[in-house]
């Protein structure tokens, strides 16, 4: 194999690999859509009635990806947290 194709196959199998396993996705809870958030927008996007969990696959894939500057830009800064539910005032319980 050609190395410029072993760089694309690399690449092709990279890209897959973080559709699959470093997705957060906004969540709709009582009719109202949360967004993800992370370190930059947490300001912006965090609810403190939304009960939110991190997602590991963005910070693996942050870690991994370090050296290229823009991905752990991407999922630290505006992808690190999940919503899952609503708060319910109970330490590790979420209503769905």
């Known amino acids: 194999m050609r190395p410029l194709k072993k760089i694309a196959c690399f690449l092709l199998a990279v890209s897959v690999c973080i559709i699959q396993f470093g997705c957060a996705s906004n969540k ?10 992370g370190v930059v927008d947490a300001s912006e996007n965090k609810n403190p009635n939304v009960r939110y969990d991190v997602v590991w696959g963005n910070v693996i894939w942050g870690t991994v990806l370090l050296p290229t500057i823009i991905a752990p830009i991407y999922f630290w800064g505006f992808s690190m947290w999940e919503p899952v539910g609503p708060e319910t005032g109970v330490p590790g319980q979420v209503m769905e």
């Open 28 to 37: 709709v809870i009582n009719g109202i859509e949360y967004n993800t958030y």
